[in-house]
């Protein structure tokens, strides 16, 4: 079963398969000083959206380098694609920000059998996001 779906990324037990999703949202405030009293608080709107994903990858039973190059190929793209969870709730669209890898127990011909990595996700407005362009991007990718 999907976990979790981005662009053509799918978050699955046989792939890239995670135990814990971090998220973070900002909002915008400014202050506007005013004389003799307290300051004036003004909502300029939502800010940062983050999502921080740890996992763990162990090549003989999961996905392993090549998954990651998967989702690496999509971010090279440049483009935001929607993250979808399993269940359908859209979270919107969101670009990679990072990937982080670390390695480990690796075999005689230098495979690891264990990869540790966390994926940062940033979500974009989508009034810019130009629909061809994703179309296009994805289909490069098959």
């Known amino acids: 079963m999907t976990q979790l779906i981005w662009g053509f990324v799918l978050f699955q037990a046989?792939?890239?398969?995670?135990?814990?999703?971090?998220?973070?949202?900002?909002?915008?405030?400014?202050?506007?000083?005013r004389i003799g009293k307290r300051a004036a608080n003004?909502?300029?709107?939502?800010?940062?959206?983050?999502i921080t994903i740890p996992g763990k990858l162990a090549p003989i039973i999961t996905g392993g380098r090549t998954t990651l190059q998967i989702l690496k190929a999509q971010a090279d793209t440049g483009l935001p694609y929607p993250l979808i969870e399993g269940n359908g709730l859209a979270h919107g669209f969101y670009v990679l920000t990072s990937i982080e890898e670390n390695s480990k127990y690796h075999l005689a011909d230098g495979r690891p059998k264990i990869i540790d990595y966390t994926i940062t996700l940033k979500r974009v407005g989508n009034d810019k996001i130009d629909f061809s362009q994703i179309a296009v991007g994805l289909g490069?990718?098959?």
């Open 14 to 33: 046989n792939s890239l398969i995670y135990n814990e999703l971090n998220k973070s949202t900002n909002y915008k405030h400014v202050q506007n000083e």
């Open 140 to 142: 490069g990718l098959l």
């Open 42 to 50: 003004q909502f300029l709107g939502p800010g940062d959206e983050i």
